[in-house]
């Protein structure tokens, strides 16, 4: 199993530009999930879905559209991105018990 | 609303045990985990503890949770330089498992 993957690895954006983190698993969870990490304050749930068809927000949506059409894969928009919007952004799947299993991040800058 | 603490940073000397300290707020959190994160990586589980247990050992690692003070903790024996990293502690929120309230983890440095 690869468990999550997330690309790209890197990204610099200009402030305006839109574009789509990528995401998937091949657990088979329904439950999956984007954060985003900035120093000093831990990780932030962007959105969150429970099962294909099905997204909600979590703490920090603004900015930021997700949709789940299938089970493995649940990419991250960003409309039009901003400065406040560097960060590096995690995916993250959960198993059972609610053990959240995280990719590799991206790291996001906004010039 | 929920809120996580943990202190910034810890150094232990190499053979030492490391004690990592978490409170917490929602006393409805079915489960409180712990994270690693290695430089440049994501997160890593190391371990969970479900909200009625009081302890649980897993080798070097072992999580004491006292629910009524909204503590948990997490020792590491016999602390390795491989060690080194930052440790998030995370609490589940509401009934659910699966929505997480991280705290903003602690950075371990051990010591040669």
């Known amino acids: 199993n690869a468990g999550v993957t997330q690309t790209p690895k890197f990204q610099v954006l200009k402030t305006g530009q839109s574009m789509t983190l990528q995401c998937a698993q091949d657990m088979n969870h329904e439950y999956m999930s984007w954060y985003r990490q900035d120093p000093g304050m831990g990780l932030r749930l962007i959105h969150y879905s429970v099962g294909a068809g099905i997204t909600d927000q979590g703490e920090v949506p603004n900015g930021y559209n997700v949709s789940r059409s299938t089970t493995e894969d649940f990419p991250l928009r960003l409309l039009s991105a901003a400065p406040s919007q560097t960060s590096v952004y995690f995916c993250?799947?959960?198993?059972?018990?609610?053990?959240?299993?995280f990719g590799p991040g991206t790291r996001l800058t906004v010039t | 609303g929920e809120d996580v603490e943990q202190s910034l940073f810890l150094s232990v000397r190499e053979g030492d045990s490391s004690v990592i300290n978490c409170t917490y707020t929602d006393s409805s959190s079915t489960y409180l985990y712990w994270y690693k994160q290695e430089p440049g990586a994501g997160l890593q589980l190391l371990t969970y503890i479900f909200s009625n247990m009081d302890m649980k050992q897993d080798q070097r690692l072992t999580v004491l949770l006292n629910k009524k003070d909204k503590h948990l903790s997490l020792r590491i024996a016999d602390t390795q330089t491989g060690d080194s990293a930052i440790y998030f502690c995370?609490?589940?929120?509401?009934?659910?498992?699966?929505?997480?309230?991280f705290g903003t983890g602690t950075r371990l440095t051990v010591i040669p």
């Open positions: 993250a799947s959960s198993g059972t018990v609610g053990e959240q299993y």
């Open positions: 995370a609490e589940s929120i509401g009934s659910g498992a699966n929505n997480l309230f």
